[in-house]
Each structure stands twice: as structure tokens, then as C-alpha cells.
């Protein structure tokens, strides 16, 4: 590991303040003290944030809110998470393991970084760790990357479940930085590769995640998250989906879908929402939906199951679904 | 852990491998000695109910920590990595993998390792379970699974076999003593209530 300065900022003021190119905030360190093991990440200014008043978690107003330093395990738990929005608390029971769930923060783990072999090994080119060094994945081996979003200079995944439930619902990420507060939407939050995989959301330098807004979903009581990989547990997404659907009868009248494992960013699949609004929620309707997941999905060498995949996993959620209904 | 003449295999590897860290290892890693001093952090803790105070460069493990300036030898070093779980230990109460917890962070904190689930010279149930129902091989896991699932049954969510398996998959156990393992959190889980 690299040396760093270690540094305990006192406020959400301080630490933004202090923070800059070259800093890195520590929370659940999850992430964080991971890859500056493996040199991946060399911060030479470490700021612990864990002191900091962004915890806790607040429905008044309808929506939830969830402080940026609340721990994964605690919000799966929270019964009014686990009421309003299922899909939210099955995405984060899924993730990781206990202990991991245990210590990472919810902003952490929209922050973490992808899982691509070639870009946590230093021995190798990377064009998201060491710009314009390459991307040994896109000729290499590629059976977990991504088939939606993926440009000529990366083809990593996002790894984060619980990103993949909250684009699903439309929720904002709210920032802090040295010139005030700002709310995105979590969704444009994240950034495509394109050129510049190195550039992975819309933050600015020195920028904290200070909160994540759930908007109010009085249907989202109605949603899943299913989530297939290589092992039954403590492993990353080959496939995920989120869904909600609200029905008038059996017919659809509202829908939202996000995957997971699929796209260089968590991915809402809006085409897949209007086949399925207007009609009646049978097999057919989702086989025939799921169809239009693939379009525009572009498979690697070893990769070319995952369309496959994604629209079996978005069938499966579905009739999870209905099994609540 | 039988003892001969007041010797345990423990207490004979913690006097080298202490004796060993003072003489060669700079704690937080090989390549530590090269490279700029940023300045030392002092840290004021409660382990295993005793308060302890170290100073140590910021990228200290707690498990570097127990381990080679405690002596605390229980809790192992398995990936290193926050894979495998051989370093569970409680901070503040709830499991943590100490290998991926920085000692600098932990001002105040409480924390917990396998030397302090004991009773004295009474073991814990899970301890005696582990022994009872042949939940190791080699042991080298053993430490990290006893903490993880002491948690995990503190926490209510060791109800079913299913929910055992699913709470305790970030520990791992290479030699696959997993059903004496789940059978030992079983016999436990009833004794702690």
C-alpha cells in the first residue's frame, strides 16, 4: 500500500474543503482499502468520513431518504424499506456478504469501482485505471463484461445491486461540494465509457454523496429484484433485474425495469416498460417484453450469452412478482 | 490447545511471531520503509474489555494490528482481501472483516476477538459447538467463523438452515467442514437463547 495522510474532517464543510484532487473519502473502506492494497487506487490524502451526521433514514413527505453513511445491512433491515420498496431491500441482501453488508455505506456503494479483472490488476493495461494504456478485455477474456453501453475503450460492468433497484425507481443521488448542494438524478449520475472510462459518474473534484432520494412509489410495494450469478451467494451479478409493476386488475397500467450485470452502467430498460403497460400480466406478455430487452446489445467472445440471460431473468422476475400479488 | 508444562501452542508462536514483528516488519507492509512519512495516528480503543492505546501508521489492519502489536494470534490472516472471512472480529458490536478495517478509523471503538468470546476458562457455546458437532479440520477458518456466526445469531438471523448458509458465506472453509460448521451454529443457536 502507498502512503497516505489520514485525515478526520469534523464536518461535511471540513471535509469537502479539504478534499481535492488526489484525496479519497473513507466510509466503510469496503472498496477503498481493497484497492489501495492492491495499488489499483493511491490516494495520497485519506479522509475519514465516518464521523460525519449523514446517517439515519426518513420517510416523512412520502419517498425515503437515506444518509449517505447508513450501512447496507441496516437499511435491508429497516421494516419501511422492506415494506415500500422490496426491491430494495432484496438488491442489498443479495449483495456481498454479511460482514461486507455490515461495513459498507450506502453512498460507498454507489461509488465502488468495477470488478474487471484487467482493471484491479496493475500488471496489466487498463484504460479506466491508466488512461490511454488500453483495454485488454474487449480481446481478452470478457465472459462477465458488459453487452449494453460498451465502447472500443472499456467493456466493464457496474457491479453495484443496490444502484440497479434505485435506477429502477427513479432515485437522485444528492452531492456536496465547495459551491453548494446539488441533486442528480442517479440515473444520468453514472457516465458510458465512451473515450473516457476513467470518468465513471458526475462528480466533481472534492465532490460527497451526502444522500439518496427515493421518490415516493406507493406501487413499488409490488417489485422484485432477482439476481443470478456463479454462486448461490457472495458473488457479483452475471444478470440482475429490478421490476415494479402496478396493476389495474391483471392489467399493467405502470412499469419499471432496470438490469444488472449487463451494462457498463446499471440500465433502465424503458422499452421493456411500454411493452408491458395496456396489457395483461401473463407469461406471454413478459416473454414478449423481455424480447425487446436485447435490442442494441452488443456481445464480446465470451459474452454472447448474456441477452440470452437477461431476458430469462427478466421472465423470472416477473412471475416472482405476481406470486405477491 | 492441550497444554504441556504451561506451554500452549499458542503462547509459544505469539512470543516468536511478536519477537519476530519488532525485529524486521514495519507494520503496513513491505514496502512501507521507502516511502515519505505522512505522520502516525494514535488510537484509543477497548479490546477484549481492556483500553489500549497505539500509535501506528494509517495504513495499519486492525488485523495487522491484533495480531502482530496485541499478540492476539486468534484472528487469522486468510486472503487479506475481505474474501474469505478468517479475520471476522466485532467493532462495536457487529461483525467486520479487520482486514479491510483500518486500525485509524477505530478511535473509540470497542472491539471484540475470538480471546475475548470466552468466559474465563468457560468456553463459549459456539466454541463447544464447533467442538461437538466436528465444525473444523484444520481450524485455520475456525476463528473467523465462530465470530461471524456469534453475530449472526445475536442478530436473529440464524433461523433456518438456509439463512445460516446465506449469513455465513463470507466465511470460507476450504477443508468443507460446512455441515459440521451449520450443525455447530444449529446446537448454538439454541443454547444462547
Known amino acids: ?20 484532487s488526489g484525496s479519497a473519502f473513507l466510509a466503510g473502506g469496503t472498496t477503498l482499502v481493497d484497492l489501495m492494497k492492491l495499488e489499483v487506487m493511491t490516494p495520497d490524502r485519506v479522509l475519514d468520513i465516518n464521523r460525519l451526521p449523514l446517517r439515519g433514514l426518513d420517510t416523512t413527505g412520502g419517498g425515503l431518504r437515506i444518509g449517505a453513511l447508513e450501512r447496507m445491512s441496516d437499511v435491508a433491515a429497516d421494516p419501511r424499506v422492506r415494506r415500500a420498496y422490496p426491491v430494495l431491500g432484496q438488491a442489498l441482501d443479495l449483495s456481498a456478504s454479511g460482514q461486507l453488508r455490515t461495513m459498507a455505506s450506502i453512498g460507498g456503494n454507489l461509488l465502488q469501482r468495477t470488478r474487471c479483472g484487467y482493471f484491479r490488476d496493475v500488471s496489466t493495461p487498463c484504460n479506466k485505471r491508466l488512461p490511454g494504456s488500453g483495454c485488454p478485455a474487449i480481446g481478452g477474456e470478457n465472459r462477465t463484461h458488459a453487452v449494453l453501453g460498451a465502447s472500443g475503450s472499456c467493456a466493464a460492468t457496474h457491479p453495484s445491486d443496490l444502484a440497479v433497484a434505485l435506477v429502477a425507481l427513479d432515485a437522485k443521488v444528492r452531492l456536496q461540494g465547495r459551491e453548494g448542494a446539488r441533486t442528480v438524478d442517479l440515473r444520468d449520475f453514472y457516465l458510458l465509457p465512451g473515450d473516457t472510462p476513467h470518468l465513471e459518474h458526475d462528480l466533481r473534484p472534492g465532490e460527497l454523496v451526502t444522500e439518496v432520494v427515493v421518490p415516493a412509489l406507493p406501487w413499488a410495494r409490488r417489485s ?8 448461490r451467494s457472495f458473488e457479483f451479478a452475471l444478470s440482475s433485474a429490478a421490476v415494479a ?30 411493452a408491458l403497460v395496456g396489457r395483461r400480466a401473463t407469461e406471454e406478455t413478459y416473454v414478449a417484453a423481455a424480447a425487446t430487452a436485447v435490442e442494441g446489445t452488443r456481445p464480446l467472445r465470451h459474452n454472447a450469452y448474456k441477452p440470452e440471460l437477461m431476458k430469462r431473468t427478466l421472465v423470472r422476475a416477473l412471475l416472482e412478482l405476481e406470486q405477491t400479488r | 490447545m492441550t497444554q504441556h508444562e504451561g506451554i500452549t501452542r499458542r503462547g509459544l508462536l505469539g512470543m516468536v511471531g511478536t519477537a519476530a514483528a519488532a525485529a524486521t516488519v514495519p507494520l503496513g507492509g513491505g514496502s512501507a520503509a521507502a516511502q515519505p ?28 494490528a491484533v495480531r ?53 476458562d468457560r468456553p463459549h457455546p459456539l466454541q463447544r459447538a464447533f467442538v461437538d458437532q466436528d465444525g473444523l479440520q484444520c481450524g485455520f477458518c475456525t476463528p473467523g467463523q465462530i465470530m461471524s456466526a456469534a453475530a449472526v445469531i445475536a442478530e436473529g438471523r440464524a433461523r433456518t438452515d438456509d439463512e445460516i448458509r446465506e449469513q455465513m458465506s463470507g466465511n470460507i472453509c476450504r477443508c468443507s467442514a460446512y455441515p459440521g460448521i451449520l450443525a455447530a451454529i444449529r446446537q448454538a443457536r439454541t443454547e444462547m437463547r
Open chain 2, 68 to 120: 502482530e502489536r496485541l499478540g492476539l494470534t486468534g484472528t487469522k490472516k486468510g486472503c487479506d482481501r475481505g474474501q474469505c472471512g478468517a479475520c471476522t472480529v466485532h467493532v462495536d458490536g457487529r461483525r467486520v472483516v479487520s482486514c479491510l478495517t483500518l486500525l485509524a478509523t477505530l478511535d473509540g471503538a470497542s472491539v471484540t476477538t475470538i480471546e475475548g468470546l470466552a468466559d474465563g
Open chain 2, 37 to 64: 512519512d505522512t505522520g502516525e495516528v494514535t488510537v484509543r480503543m477497548t479490546v477484549n474489555g481492556t483500553a489500549t492505546s497505539l500509535t501506528a501508521d494509517p495504513r495499519v489492519t486492525l488485523l495487522d
Open chain 1, 224 to 231: 422484485t429484484y432477482v439476481k443470478i450469478r456463479d454462486r
Open chain 1, 245 to 274: 409493476v402496478r396493476l389495474d386488475g391483471d392489467t399493467i397500467v405502470e412499469a419499471r425495469v432496470a438490469v444488472g450485470g449487463m451494462g457498463t452502467r446499471p440500465w433502465r430498460l424503458t422499452a421493456v416498460e411500454r
Open chain 1, 1 to 20: 500500500m502507498r502512503s497516505y495522510a489520514f485525515e478526520r474532517p469534523g464536518t461535511v464543510t471540513d471535509a469537502v474543503r479539504r478534499a481535492g
